[in-house]
């Protein structure tokens, strides 16, 4: 795959990405403090732009088929730190500052699971 | 959306990920020493069993529709450290021992520019 010229130092346009056939590119939280990969959700141009401009992270809840302000409902919110791109610009990287625990089941990262000698193991424990 | 039961303890099996309308799931690799965030990109059920098997990293390449262990090329391999479920058993979080840069534009990792005020800049220079 060969990806459009990379815009530096121009104004950011969400349209420059590239969305799947659902119209949707796929968006990595990271912790911008510790590095912890925390999940990975979706967007569209629309949440990337909301997300970029008011700084309160907000995917596209394909379940829903809603906007989805991550943590309106729990609290527990991202606020973006900094947006990044990658090469073939169909994959988001978003440094934020996450408040309490990033997954639906209290912990602070949706990967809490590992494949250790070949079995699946829990390594995370809800946040009490 | 709510996932399947977490099979905790016992091995583990790629069929029990949950894969897209093409069989295919995201794959995040993470630098296991330092915490960057590399590159994302897809694997099948076979090409998870590979991985966990070998330890070489292999991913499904959708514009070649083919396996692509990752640096069998250009040397620029990955070498498994652990395999990380999350919560919805629809991505993967691979933490990796990268040889050289994770990016074919020759950078280390594949998120090399920013939003910073409202612009796209170039925070990472390919590897000379």
Redesign the interface.
Known sequence: ?SAAP???????DPATLRYDDRGLI?A?A?DHA????L??AWMNAEAVART?EGGAVTYWS??QNAFWVKGASSGHRQRLV???????RD?L?LLVEQTGPA???N?RS???????E??????MAPIS
Not at 6 to 12: Q, R
Not at 82 to 88: P, Y
């Open positions: 795959m990379i815009p530096f130092d121009i104004p950011f796929p990595i990271q510790t590095g912890e990969v999940m990975l970029v394909r379940s900094e947006l990044r791109v990658d090469c073939d994959c990287l997954c639906h089941t912990r949706c990967f809490f699971t590992a494949v250790q070949g079995a699946e193991v829990e390594i």
